[in-house]
């Protein structure tokens, strides 16, 4: 990291006998802020502890002549020194007299921003949290240079308290090509805000403070006309937005719902409950809990939801060494609700290098959603069969070791696989660890497994298993439920009555917290109130993609499903047996 901090200038305005103990103190270059109150000894304070400059009480007139030094305070009590990020603010007393100083020293800090540079880099807008000192304002003056210079966008700042880009009309070269404006008085930020999006075409605000509903308001507008948001907000973490009336839209809002008496009775929640009125102002948000730890909501609509519900979010702990190396660490919650904990996940990644999503993240590793194999034509089906009549395995299937199963059959068991998806079928294998050897030679296999329909009009295919003492096991489709059926047969498995954490991962295409909980919602569904009490259960709506999952877990349990209703409110509907 490189730090500027033109430290000598805050010292100039300073008393002369306090100046001189600070040019010389050990601890000079770790200085946070200087308070002068009337009445009271000076106080310089840095990060971990605080000392007094002199004995000597702070008068009226050293306060005046640091004032005279410094120039006008604005409508929010604020100075600052031209071509500097230093900040005075002045206390007063009720006649508006200044009858004390803060004197919090700026410095512009390259390299800060390693830690997410990868969500900078992605587009989506941006909130940080934290609490005051923490490094809220030199994060996000470090995001407008990167933003501005090295990605080549057109940023503008709504600087209302000249302490993103120092005081005066130039702007501090900390910012880069970032563009400032400033604001005349707090009470107009957001109009300045909206003026910037009207008159400049940025595509990318960046905003310092938002406190007031009316600058939430005006981010909401930013982010709907498709402009990057970068800013901060009051509050140490997403929970304390939640709470706060005036600033809750920017995470969405929160509003109460009355919920119908089999809703609730199904959710087994209070008959009125919250939830979150709209998307989130913001994408993502980032807790600043310290200057080399931050943690971050990848989704805040996720996350939002999950504190709505009673649920604690998993969202990443991201720390960096001195050496600059980022660790993520995240806690992840079971696929089915039950309280427990799958455990922590840590990685590391360079600084610079974006993230791939949930796997670098650390979440569930995801399974793709593979295309089925189809066959069709009777050459075709043919060739396949000649191929796999002339076909030598690279590795001696007879030669591997074999071991007796409960039933007196030969392990691992090798399965010719015909019309079904060799992925899907490899997938579920591997998931539920079943001793099963997929062979492209149906001399060395014990069984074939294969599609009802491709088997039905092709005599060749039973003649050459009869020859061959090989039995042919069907499946109505090469779906994850018939897959894992049909093997559970072929080893004598008998089917599970309720379904097990690893079954649920089959059914995951990239596990996202969406579908983690439509899953987890039509398994509780099935055990808690179709299969015991034989009544039909209408499930929250979902997209087609989550619906086509729900379809799958219900087939699981040899139920039948319907999916009713327009978009985007279609949803799914399950039957007793």
């Not at 905003?207 to 509903?213: P, S, V």
């Not at 997929?438 to 491709?454: E, G, N, Q």
Request: charged residues 25%; aromatic residues 2%.
């Amino acid at each position: 990291m490189t730090i500027t901090d033109d430290l000598q200038k805050l010292l100039d305005i300073l008393p002369q006998d306090l100046r001189q103990a600070l040019e010389s103190h050990p601890k000079r270059d770790s200085l946070v802020e200087v308070v002068l109150d009337l009445g009271r000894r000076p106080e310089a304070r840095f990060p971990n502890q605080a000392e007094y400059l002199s004995e000597v009480p702070v008068t009226q007139e050293q306060i005046d002549d640091c004032i005279q030094r410094v120039g006008i305070f604005g409508g929010d009590n604020r100075a600052g020194i031209e071509q500097t990020l230093h900040r005075i603010s002045a206390i007063r007393n009720r006649t508006g007299k200044i009858i004390g100083l803060t004197c919090r020293v700026g410095r512009a800090v390259f390299g800060t921003i390693g830690m997410i540079r990868d969500l900078v880099e992605t587009g989506k807008s941006i909130l940080m949290l934290g609490r005051p000192g923490v490094g809220k304002t030199t994060a996000l003056r470090e995001i407008a240079r990167v933003l501005a210079d090295d990605l080549h966008k057109r940023v503008v700042i709504i600087d209302t308290s000249n302490e993103i880009a120092g005081d005066g009309d130039v702007a501090h070269p900390a910012i880069g090509r970032a563009r400032r404006m400033q604001v005349a008085h707090p009470d107009q930020q957001h109009q300045v805000m909206i003026e910037a999006v009207e008159n400049h075409m940025p595509e990318v605000i960046v905003i310092d403070e938002i406190g007031t509903e009316l600058e939430a308001l005006a981010a909401r507008t930013i982010a709907e006309r498709g402009v990057q948001l970068v800013g901060t907000a009051h509050g140490n973490q997403i929970e304390n937005l939640i709470k706060n009336p005036t600033l809750a839209d920017l995470v969405g809002g929160i509003q109460a719902v009355t919920l119908g008496d089999d809703e609730a009775r199904r959710r087994g929640s209070q008959k009125t409950v919250l939830e979150r009125k709209a998307p989130p102002t913001f994408e993502i948000a980032v807790e600043m809990l310290e200057r080399q730890r931050w943690t971050v909501h990848e989704s805040v609509a996720d996350s939002v939801d999950n504190l709505l519900r009673g649920r604690q979010p998993s969202p990443q702990t991201r720390t960096v060494d001195d050496q600059g190396k980022v660790g993520v660490t995240r806690q992840l919650a079971v696929v089915n609700g039950r309280g427990g904990q799958l455990g922590t996940v840590e990685e590391s990644f360079a600084p610079a290098r974006p993230s791939n999503g949930w796997r670098s993240s650390g979440q569930m590793v995801a399974l793709p959603q593979l295309p089925v194999e189809r066959v069709t034509g009777r050459s075709e089906f043919d060739r396949l069969l000649d191929e796999s009549f002339n076909y030598s395995e690279s590795i001696d299937l007879a030669a591997a070791t074999r071991q007796p199963g409960p039933n007196g059959e030969d392990l691992p068991l090798h399965v010719y696989p015909y019309g079904v998806s060799r992925h899907q079928l490899e997938q579920v294998i591997s998931v539920l660890t079943l001793p099963v050897v997929l062979t492209k030679d149906i001399d060395s296999a014990d069984a074939i497994l294969a599609l009802r329909s491709h088997v039905k009009n092709h005599a060749k295919l039973r003649q050459m298993a009869k020859a061959r003492h090989v039995p042919i096991h069907m499946i109505k489709s090469s779906t994850i439920p018939q897959i894992t059926r049909g093997l559970r047969r072929l080893l004598n498995i008998d089917d599970p009555e309720m379904a097990d954490d690893l079954e649920l991962q089959l059914f995951l295409h990239n596990g996202s917290d969406d579908e983690m909980d439509a899953l987890e919602e039509a398994r509780l569904a099935v055990e808690q109130i179709v299969i015991p009490k034989g009544q039909p259960v209408e499930l929250l709506p979902r997209s087609p993609q989550v619906r086509k999952m729900q379809h799958e877990l219900v087939e699981h349990y040899r139920l039948k499903s319907h999916s009713f209703g327009e978009e985007p409110n279609r949803r799914l509907r399950i039957y007793p047996a």
